[in-house]
């Protein structure tokens, strides 16, 4: 399998562009997650999916950030408009239901920067 | 809420050296997930706990669900420069859910 795929790897983007990360996850994983990593904040989850149904969206910081997932082999982050402060990496992981036992396997990161 | 505490939050170690990291809660958990980032990717899964006492291998790394539930440890004896990476430990949420609670983690140097 060539496990989670997230594009593109780098992105930069002025303020006040709209930004779209994209993550497939491993097939037959039902769990989806994105997740931001800065330095101060460390790993932050932002939103969660469960067979393509938004479970938990409390880590989303605000409503420039949207997710969806319309079909089991896709999903999309979305900012709009961007701002320098969200420069981050952002992760997409995937798993089985009980991933959170047997842990969730991530992509490589979309590197976003925002000037 | 729930929260993972790591130590130390960096460690600079000559090769050859063992590394011995720990992860703390205030409440119990009952699964203890360790990941390793490696620079420029992301976290990848090394070992997995689900007993209190139990303790796993993996190659050189070794880690242990402590018996209070609250806390587990990693160790990595021999190091090597491929050791070089964030450690970071994580548990499921006991608030439900699928969500995982993750650490601050641990930035291990390695010097040749």
């Known amino acids: 399998d060539a496990g989670v795929i997230q594009s593109p790897r780098h992105e930069v983007t002025e303020m006040g562009q709209e930004v779209t990360l994209r993550c497939k996850p491993i097939?037959?994983?039902?769990?989806l997650f994105w997740y931001r990593q800065t330095m101060m904040r460390g790993l932050e989850l932002l939103i969660y999916?469960?067979?393509?149904?938004?479970?938990?969206d409390s880590g989303m910081p605000e409503d420039r950030f949207s997710a969806k997932m319309p079909n089991a082999s896709f999903s999309t982050l979305k900012i709009q408009p961007s701002e320098p402060r969200d420069s981050a990496v952002y992760f997409c992981?995937?798993?089985?239901?009980?991933?959170?036992?047997?842990?969730?396997?991530f992509g490589q990161g979309t590197r976003l920067t925002v000037v | 809420g729930q929260q993972l505490n790591q130590s130390p939050q960096s460690m600079f170690i000559q090769e050859g050296e063992d590394v011995s990291m720990n992860c703390t809660s205030s409440?119990?958990?009952?699964?203890w997930l360790w990941y390793k980032q490696d620079p420029g990717e992301g976290p990848v899964l090394l070992i997995a706990?689900?007993?209190?006492?139990e303790l796993t291998s993996n190659g050189r790394l070794t880690a242990q669900f402590g018996i209070t539930r609250k806390d587990s440890f990693l160790n990595i004896s021999a190091s090597i420069p491929s050791d070089v990476g964030i450690y970071f430990c994580?548990?499921?949420?006991?608030?439900?859910?699928?969500?995982?609670?993750f650490g601050a983690g641990t930035r291990l140097f390695v010097k040749a």
């Open positions: 994580a548990g499921p949420s006991n608030t439900g859910g699928f969500k995982t609670i």
């Open positions: 706990l689900y007993k209190a006492g």
């Open positions: 409440s119990i958990f009952n699964t």
């Open positions: 097939s037959g994983h039902n769990s």
């Open positions: 999916f469960n067979n393509n149904v938004p479970i938990d």
């Open positions: 992981a995937s798993s089985l239901a009980e991933g959170r036992r047997q842990g969730a396997f």
